[in-house]
């Protein structure tokens, strides 16, 4: 937690420290005193520096000073093939420590229908703030969920692959993931055990650009790093 | 599981599957029948491609058929502070799959001494097979631990980076990770909370090189294939 991430509030002078998790990080593993600074977000608005002026059992009560920069995002789009819950929450919080504009969980061959049941995709708001805080960042990204494969890449994805390309990670293909882009654009990850080719093949007939990265095959979570890692330098 | 590893053995014609974890996997992931082929890695030694030649209850027979390509490692040695239990599986399972030759587990202040009587560090050889099954690979990479900060740095470290640079992540510094080194060297990862002042020091003082990764504090797990996939391209 390299910040404390506050819900969306009205400005104010003086914030209110509630939630238990940041309470008992901010006790055991920084043993806060009145007068210790601590850096704060509040989600979708802004980064300050802060005061500590007050310590209760449940409250720690802190004053706003100066304001701070907010990291900038990567201008990317990750759409991922929804992974066993497992996986989610820290494909989630992976995916938007490192900035990543927009998510697009989707459905894929090999996704198993039941994760769209999974009572983890609720907690997407909670990995979303688990991930701003390990970046101090505050601004959560847009996280869409595509439980229809075709139709989303022949109606969605071929129209925003007009606008920036997109780059799908596969292994078994002869032209290897760009590097140090820098550009907006899509990236796209299959699901454990990958695309099947008829997802290959419409993915390819709408536009986007297949690429592997290298004769090693990375699971899901690893891949995302490894990627975004390589594009954005 | 992109290959089944087997443990060292004598060179022959028929090997046998028994580990109830890969046979779980052959049967309920791939559901295999006689006469399907497997990649198949004898770990330390090679890899080819095999054909099922019987299947009982707790045991599945192979036939080796040709030899194949062992992806090669990248010429780096990974050197990170011993990380929590839970954190240590995927950091090793990730750093085996993108194909590390050498990993050092090494102390620094703010790694709880409780970690070095951890019973998952037993359980290292385990998690190399992972990595590697999961990588197609069958080399499996040395895995030192060194205990003591001080002597590590001055005695060894200082020695290795002599013969090949050292770069050690840390967000507090100008200089910026290169990237596309593509030459053997060291890389060094922090503990949670990062390297104390004295210990950056330390590293500069013997020789070192601190970069930064960009102005959003990655997790440990994280920053390994972060750094990875951009100093080798």
């Given at each position: 937690?390299?910040?404390?991430?506050?819900?969306?509030?009205?400005?104010?002078?003086?914030?209110?420290?509630?939630?238990?998790?940041q309470i008992q990080?901010?006790?055991?593993?920084?043993?806060?005193?009145i007068g210790d600074c601590l850096k704060v977000g509040i989600q979708d608005q802004e980064r300050f520096d802060?005061?500590?002026?007050?310590?209760?059992?449940?409250?720690?009560?802190?004053?706003?000073?100066?304001?701070q920069v907010i990291p900038a995002k990567i201008p990317v789009t990750l759409i991922v093939?929804?992974?066993?819950?497992?996986?989610?929450?820290?494909?989630?919080?992976?995916?938007v420590t490192l900035g990543v504009e927009k998510i697009v969980l989707m459905h894929s061959y090999r996704v198993d229908k039941s994760y769209w049941q999974s009572p983890f995709l609720e907690q997407l708001p909670h990995y979303v703030q688990l991930g701003l805080?390990?970046?101090?960042?505050?601004?959560?990204?847009?996280i869409i969920l595509e439980k229809r494969f075709k139709p989303f890449v022949e109606d969605r994805l071929a129209l925003w692959t007009q606008q920036h390309p997109t780059f799908v990670g596969h292994p078994y293909t002869d032209q290897s993931m760009p590097?140090?882009?820098?550009?907006?654009?899509?990236?796209?990850?299959?699901?454990?055990?990958?695309?099947?080719?008829?997802?290959?093949?419409?993915?390819k007939e709408n536009g986007c650009q297949i690429y592997h990265l290298g004769n090693r095959i990375l699971r899901t979570e690893t891949a995302i790093p490894v990627i975004l890692s390589r594009l954005f330098i």
């Open positions: 937690m390299n910040i404390v991430l506050l819900a969306k509030q009205a400005d104010q002078h003086e914030y209110c420290i509630r939630d238990p998790r990080h901010l006790r055991q593993h920084l043993d806060v005193k802060a005061r500590i002026i007050r310590i209760e059992i449940h409250e720690i009560w802190i004053e706003r000073l100066s304001k093939a929804l992974p066993r819950p497992k996986v989610l929450r820290r494909l989630i919080m992976d995916s805080e390990q970046a101090g960042d505050v601004m959560a990204p847009e590097y140090a882009y820098n550009q907006p654009c899509q990236v796209v990850i299959g699901p454990e055990g990958g695309f099947i080719p008829y997802e290959i093949d419409l993915l």
